[in-house]
T-cell receptor, first 114, second 114 residues
Framework: AQKVTQAQTEISVVEKEDVTLDCVYETRDTTYYLFWYKQPPSGELVFLIRRNSFDEQNEISGRYSWNFQKSTSSFNFTITASQVVDSAVYFCALYGGGADGLTFGKGTHLIIQP | SAVISQKPSRDICQRGTSLTIQCQVDSQVTMMFWYRQQPGQSLTLIATANQGSEATYESGFVIDKFPISRPNLTFSTLTVSNMSPEDSSIYLC???????????FGPGTRLTVT
C-alpha cells in the first residue's frame, strides 16, 4: 500500500524567511510520480509540480524548489523569501499510474506572517 | 493545463436527499477520479470513473451511496445519495490527460447537509 507522510501539521514564519515543507513516501511501485499541490483559503487545488521516480534532478521554479531523494524516500519543498500570498495548505501526493488515484499526505498548513 | 468545471459550486441540502455533481473537461482525458475532502482534512479517493462501465470504488465507498457515471471522455457525474451531515465535504473531480501523469483538479463542490 502507498503512504505519504507530512509530519509538519502547521508552520508559521515571518515574511521573507525561507521555509521547507517535508514529505516522506512509501510505495512498492518501481515507477511512480510525486506531486505537490497548493490549496489556498479559497479551496481550489493548484498543481505545483510532478516528479517522476526515475528523475532525481532537483527543480527550481522562481522562489520554489524541490529536493527529491529516492534513497530517503523524500520529496521536500522549499519556498525562498516567503510572501504572505504563500499562505495555504500544501499537499504532497503519490501516484502509481494507471487507474490508481493519488494518495495524499495530510497536508501542511503554512502561515506567512507580515 | 486543464479547464475543468464542476456544478454546482456549492449547495446546502436536507438530510435524506440526494445531490448529483457534474464534472466537465475541456478536452478528452484518459482518467477521471472523484475525491472527497472532509472539513480540515486531506483528500480521499472515492472512485475512478470508467468510461462506459462501472466505476472502481475505494475501500469504504460503495456504489449505492456514491453512484458515478461517465458517459464519454469529457464528462462525469457523482451522486451523493441519502445524505447525512457526515457527508458535508468538498467533492472534487480530477483528470489525467493522455500521455501525461499530471492530475488536475476541478474547483470543487462544497456540500453542506443539514
Amino acid at each position: 500500500a502507498q503512504k505519504v507522510t507530512q509530519a509538519q501539521t502547521e508552520i508559521s514564519v515571518v515574511e521573507k524567511e525561507d521555509v521547507t515543507l517535508d514529505c516522506v513516501y512509501e510505495t512498492r511501485d518501481t515507477t511512480y510520480y510525486l506531486f505537490w499541490y497548493k490549496q489556498p483559503p479559497s479551496g481550489e487545488l493548484v498543481f505545483l509540480i510532478r516528479r517522476n521516480s526515475f528523475d532525481e534532478q532537483n527543480e527550481i521554479s522562481g522562489r520554489y524548489s524541490w529536493n527529491f531523494q529516492k534513497s530517503t524516500s523524500s520529496f521536500n519543498f522549499t519556498i525562498t523569501a516567503s510572501q504572505v500570498v504563500d499562505s495555504a495548505v500544501y499537499f504532497c501526493a503519490l501516484y502509481g499510474g494507471g487507474a490508481d488515484g493519488l494518495t495524499f499526505g495530510k497536508g501542511t498548513h503554512l502561515i506567512i506572517q507580515p | 493545463s486543464a479547464v475543468i468545471s464542476q456544478k454546482p459550486s456549492r449547495d446546502i441540502c436536507q438530510r435524506g436527499t440526494s445531490l448529483t455533481i457534474q464534472c466537465q473537461v475541456d478536452s478528452q482525458v484518459t482518467m477521471m477520479f472523484w475525491y472527497r475532502q472532509q472539513p480540515g482534512q486531506s483528500l480521499t479517493l472515492i472512485a475512478t470513473a470508467n468510461q462506459g462501465s462501472e466505476a472502481t470504488y475505494e475501500s469504504g465507498f460503495v456504489i449505492d451511496k456514491f453512484p458515478i457515471s461517465r458517459p464519454n471522455l469529457t464528462f462525469s457525474t457523482l451522486t451523493v445519495s441519502n445524505m447525512s451531515p457526515e457527508d458535508s465535504s468538498i467533492y472534487l473531480c480530477s483528470v489525467v490527460y493522455a500521455g501525461s501523469y499530471e492530475q488536475y483538479f476541478g474547483p470543487g463542490t462544497r456540500l453542506t447537509v443539514t
